[in-house]
């Protein structure tokens, strides 16, 4: 005679019910349908990866011309932490308005060291593109030409 041990039930129905309890608990709640989040996370994953490229300038901007002064240091620093913040800030309405404006700044760093302002060119770029894409996103989604999530 086989004994059962006690964790395992004898029926299999019981123990399906059982293992689904879990997953039902752990789920949580459903977030609402949301079509621009992706973007939102692309913009986020943009800016974090224009702060590490400004970090990395340093070295570059340290060594090349006249070399950069302590104060030219500390104001890139200043910049790269100032857009690895702002990815937390993609969600709010002035979000475009802050981009656009630390674009500005980084374009500005030119007059620290041109291979600053050659980073701020290319994210320029970037950005562009980027909010071409969402301009073009808004305007099929008023004009319900988007297809419809499944």
């Given amino acids: 005679m086989t004994a059962v041990p006690p ?3 004898a029926d299999p129905a019981e123990s399906a019910e059982q293992s689904a309890e879990p997953a039902e608990r752990s789920a949580g709640p459903v977030r609402p349908y949301d079509p621009e989040r992706g973007l939102r996370g692309a ?5 974090l990866l224009e702060g590490i490229t400004v970090l990395l300038a340093i070295p570059v901007a340290r060594n090349t011309g006249n070399g950069t002064s302590g104060w030219g240091v500390l104001a890139i ?3 790269a932490f100032a857009l690895i913040a702002a990815c937390a800030f993609v969600r709010r309405p002035f979000a475009v308005a802050m981009i656009i404006g630390l674009q500005l ?3 500005l760093g030119w007059f620290i060291s041109a291979p600053l302002g050659i980073v701020g060119v290319i994210f320029s770029l970037v950005w562009l593109i980027i909010f071409y894409l969402r301009a073009e996103f808004r305007r099929r989604a008023a004009a319900g030409t988007l297809p419809r999530a499944g």
Avoid: R
């Fill in 7 to 9: 964790d395992d039930p």
């Fill in 105 to 107: 700044v980084t374009l």
């Fill in 43 to 47: 913009m986020s994953a943009t800016l």
């Fill in 77 to 79: 620093v200043v910049l």
